[in-house]
């Protein structure tokens, strides 16, 4: 069993929402914290049944319950006419809910009653390093960082059940997607635009759709919790810097499987790739879990001088190699960006032996940087 962060541990005796992409592990979370809740899952038909043809019983047998401990309702965004409900027992007893999806899209598309801020947001990510007991670097690049896949021997089966049956099917039916060999090409598509600008013109031309469609399923992925946008740090800039966002699917094994990279390993452009990814899911997660909710950024100027992460107002600018024996000419990035911007920390994590400094950069192997990372030491 992980020892998962729990984000919401601070909420006292709010109510809150716990967002996050199938298989994170929402539900078991909540099962370990909250076992002996008041518990509706929607993903049982019979419960779904009877609160979508009357969502008053969810009023009649709550008031009925002891309010002591929370109510739990998982897939919450299943039957978004329910909110109403809530958002009544929340001012009209001492009801506390816990409202637990894998997407909100279809709540926000639907107009449905966001509780008015009555109830916080928490977002749960795929497993990060220091949730697990021996960590495995090349095991995460290889099967991604979801709680089954990670511990899988065939994680491949896995993935492609995944994507089968959530990113192409239970997402398009939600966002009603007819065009389904479109979408699963753009699926793909997207996969070789992962940790780079985003082209939209291009992936439509490779599509056979427009680009304000392929905008639209970029959103998709954003709204469905399976990607997100990283923005170019644009603060005042000297040179001129480029202004496309980056792509990042949520986990680094479901690239793995769209791109068929097959096994990953050490020294390997494939493994370059999948380590500065794996970086991103823990400084992304990192951001939420501890509270800070920092800005994150990259940064790229027309001439390409580029680092990967710029982290708050520039006081962290971060670049990542896959070396074991980095040099000056790995730090020209970051060199580049201290003549632009008062910097506290520039770091470059690679996979380094021992930590060292050249001039104002500081080498971290990513076990250490990690470390400084979940520990505070970095950002707080």
């Known amino acids: 069993m992980y020892k998962r962060s729990q984000i919401f541990e601070k909420s006292g005796k709010e109510s809150f929402f716990l967002w996050g992409a199938r298989q994170t592990g929402k539900s078991t979370l909540l099962k370990t914290v909250y076992p002996e809740s008041l518990w509706f899952d929607l993903l049982q038909t019979d419960v779904f049944e009877r609160l979508h043809r009357e969502p008053s019983q969810l009023r009649e047998i709550v008031m009925a319950s002891d309010l002591r401990k929370p109510v739990v309702i998982d897939e919450i965004q299943k039957i978004p006419a329910l909110l109403d409900e809530i958002h009544w027992l929340i001012e009209n007893s001492a009801a506390q809910f816990i409202l637990s999806g894998s997407s909100p899209r279809k709540i926000l598309f639907s107009k449905a009653n966001l509780l008015g801020g009555r109830a916080l947001r928490y977002e749960l990510y795929p497993l990060v390093s220091c949730e697990i ?17 990670y511990l899988s021997d065939e994680p491949e089966r896995l993935i492609s ?26 699926l793909e598509t997207a996969a070789f635009s992962n940790g780079e600008m985003v082209n939209y013109s291009r992936i439509a031309s490779e599509c056979g759709v427009s680009a304000p469609t392929i905008k639209e399923y970029f959103q998709i992925l954003v709204d469905t919790l399976t990607g997100s946008f990283l923005p170019s740090f644009q603060k005042r800039p000297k040179r001129r810097v480029l202004h496309a966002p980056k792509f990042y699917y949520f986990d680094v094994g479901i690239v793995n499987y769209l791109l068929k990279r097959g096994e990953i390993k050490p020294r390997s452009e494939m493994f370059g790739n999948a380590f500065e990814h794996f970086i991103y899911q823990e400084i992304r997660a990192h951001r939420h879990y501890s509270g800070i909710e920092y800005p994150i950024y990259y940064w790229r100027t027309a001439s390409q001088i580029e ?30 960006f201290e003549e632009e911007y008062n910097v506290k920390h520039s770091i ?22 990690l470390q400084k990372l979940w520990n505070g030491e970095l950002i707080k």
Not at 135 to 149: C, E, K, S, T, V
Not at 315 to 336: F, M
């Open 133 to 149: 007991p021996d960590f495995d670097l090349i095991r995460a690049l290889n099967n991604g960082l979801l709680p089954r896949h």
């Open 161 to 186: 059940a995944y994507i089968g049956s959530y990113l192409q099917d239970e997402i398009m039916a939600e966002a009603r997607i007819r065009k389904v060999s479109t979408f699963s090409r753009f």
């Open 307 to 336: 680092i990967d992460f710029v982290l708050g107002d520039h006081e962290i600018a971060i670049e990542v190699k896959s070396t074991d024996n980095a040099g000056k000419r790995h730090i020209k990035g970051l060199q580049y």
């Open 348 to 369: 470059l994590v690679s996979n380094d032996p021992f930590p060292r400094k050249i001039g104002s950069v500081s080498i971290m192997p990513w076990k250490i940087f």
